[in-house]
């Protein structure tokens, strides 16, 4: 019996192996179709491929560009920004930035200012998961180096000081560090005083500003505008994360 079960769980997995190859095989083929659309300057049907596999959750930085690029010739800044914001996180490629923001000096958008803020939130961001893994060591650390001062009788409680503050550092990253940027994907966003449709209009913003958001509570985003607190709608926006 536990070799019938052996063999089957082999099976499964080939069979599991298999079909992730053939989808990426036929991934891989559709953006190599889309690239050859682009290069023919068909590019509303190179998009089309393009949005198709991007939502299958697949993609390529030269993919995030074209997108980018054909957005941008079709008149959209929304769009044309948030793959531009996409490509950036994929590829740390500055041009990405610069191009961003003489997009959104064109059409008069905010959030797109680049200074040593910025740069620091998003290392943070991309770092996030090791600053945690390396507060988590050193909270291990200092809990062994109470124990062995406790077992050797000797005054913990410089150890156990450390050990409080990595603690509390490590609880701020888990739960209080938490955004993430979205960009305005409709053509007007509505930005609310309170989670539903019958709060208070609190300002109305163009598509392709960008926002940072810091909660969320069912269809409503948590985002900061001007300095408040204010809720906007999910759809209306595109979350910037890969």
């Not at 030269?62 to 531009?84: D, S």
């Not at 985002?223 to 607190?229: I, L, P, R």
Request: charged share 20%; net charge positive; aromatic share 12%.
């Amino acid at each position: 019996m536990k070799n019938i079960q052996t063999s089957a769980l082999k099976i499964v997995c080939a069979l599991l192996l298999i079909l992730s190859a053939t989808s990426a095989y036929c991934q891989s083929q559709k953006i190599t179709r889309a690239d050859s659309l682009f290069k023919a300057k068909q590019y509303t049907q190179s998009l089309e491929i393009y949005q198709y596999v991007f939502a299958e959750k697949k993609y390529t930085p030269a993919m995030l560009l074209k997108m980018a690029y054909i957005n941008e010739g079709l008149g959209k800044p929304g769009v044309t920004l948030y793959y531009l914001k996409l490509y950036y996180l994929s590829t740390n490629d500055d041009q990405a930035l610069k191009k961003s923001e003489e997009i959104a000096a064109k059409y008069r958008l905010a959030g797109y200012e680049t200074n040593d803020a910025s740069r620091l939130k998003h290392w943070l961001s991309n770092n996030m998961i090791f600053i945690q893994l390396a507060l988590a060591a050193f909270l291990l650390g200092a809990a062994a180096i109470v124990w062995v001062q406790q077992k050797q009788r000797q005054n913990p409680w410089g150890a156990f000081a450390g050990m409080i503050i990595i603690a509390g550092a490590l609880f701020f990253a888990s739960n209080f560090f938490w955004s993430t940027s979205v960009i305005v994907s409709s053509h007007k966003a509505y930005l609310m005083s309170g989670p539903s449709a019958g709060s208070t209009v609190v300002a109305v913003i163009e598509e392709g500003n960008l926002i940072t958001s810091t909660g969320q509570q069912d269809v409503w985003l948590k985002v900061k505008w001007t300095d408040k607190e204010v809720f906007v709608k999910e759809n209306e926006v595109l979350k910037v994360e890969i």
